[in-house]
């Protein structure tokens, strides 16, 4: 008869090797991406990104700075994104090394920032789009957030903050709220 110690480690090899199996089963490979299907995955892969990013705000006008945060929490202000539309050439797409999803890096054909013009990633799983896009004339970055539509090739989605560069060193160093959003979309030309 076998002892409760050796019945107990085939249960749990045997749990080992179901478990093992299933997710071998829900891995694809796509070139030198591993994509994980969990019925979550959006399908995004990095070519999806790749091309020249154009960002319109299509409700324009000026928004306030609100519950700063950082080097200057008592900052005034406003963002003003009137008649801004920009188009960013080549944009970069890597991976994460911290989360599962692609990180975007754009410049202005004349880079305005040395960090990036356009920074941000979208989600493998969701498509879930987090960016910012650097005005120059209020030295900072708009913050929007919304989804990337792969058919459409279009993030549709809101700006609700702002990182500002409050002594010009090319770094924002104070986060900040708007007092109203912004309504953006990106085009992936």
């Given at each position: 008869m076998p002892s409760r110690n050796g019945t107990l480690r085939r249960t749990t090899l045997l749990g080992m090797m179901v478990l093992s199996l299933g997710l071998a089963a829900s891995c694809n490979s796509s070139g030198?991406?591993?994509?994980?299907?969990?019925?979550l995955d959006c399908g995004l892969t990095r070519f999806d990104l790749l091309g020249n990013w154009r960002v319109d705000y299509t409700t324009s006008g000026t928004r306030g700075l609100t519950n700063c945060t950082g080097l200057v929490p008592s900052l005034t202000g406003s963002i003003d994104t009137t008649g801004i539309s920009k188009t960013y050439s080549g944009v970069d797409v890597f991976g994460s090394d911290g989360s599962a999803s692609f990180k975007v890096l754009g410049f202005e054909s004349t880079p305005q920032n040395s960090q990036g013009d356009l920074t941000g990633s979208v989600q493998a799983d969701s498509c879930?789009?987090?960016?910012?896009?650097?005005?120059?004339?209020?030295?900072?970055?708009?913050?929007?957030?919304?989804t990337f539509d792969r058919t459409?090739?279009?993030?549709?989605?809101?700006?609700?903050?702002a990182e500002v560069d409050t002594n010009a060193d090319?770094?924002?160093?104070?986060s900040c709220s708007l007092s109203a959003t912004y309504d953006v979309v990106v085009d992936l030309l």
């Open positions: 030198n991406t591993t994509i994980i299907n969990q019925n879930l789009a987090f960016f910012r896009a650097w005005e120059s004339d209020d030295g900072a970055y708009v913050q929007c957030i919304g459409a090739r279009q993030i549709i989605g809101q700006c609700d903050s090319d770094t924002p160093d104070t």
